[in-house]
Nanobody, 115 residues
């Protein structure tokens, strides 16, 4: 069973930056981040496959970058720049062990953008 350990998050002022990290145990096919704000559904933020294919929510394009560590495809980062108050949410890392496996979730990390 894949396990995910997240780090990063916290409180930042509008316009600031944060970086989230997520480490998976074992080999991974794809990883990504979703977020959930109070009273809203969990939504996709960014997704990356081991082939390097990425996908972003329109709301974060040009501000967020998802990447993996070159020598460790089971480590994913989310660099978040130009943060806005509407980016405030709990951010969840997720992973797929292979194209047909069930999704595995991290514990979530709070990101709060406020002055």
């Amino acid at each position: 069973q894949v396990q995910l350990v997240e780090s990063g998050g916290g409180l930042v002022q509008p316009g600031g930056s944060l970086r989230l990290s997520c480490a998976a145990s074992g080999s991974i096919y794809a990883m990504g981040w979703r977020r959930q704000a109070p009273g809203k559904q969990r939504e996709l933020v960014a997704h990356i496959t081991t082939d390097g294919l990425t996908n972003y929510a329109d709301s974060v394009k040009g501000r967020f970058t998802i990447s993996t560590r070159d020598n460790a495809k089971n480590m994913v980062y989310l660099q978040m720049n130009s943060l806005k108050p509407e980016d405030t949410a709990v951010y969840y890392c997720y992973a797929f062990r292979d194209p047909h496996s069930a999704v595995v979730w991290g514990q979530g990390t709070q990101v709060t953008v406020s002055s």
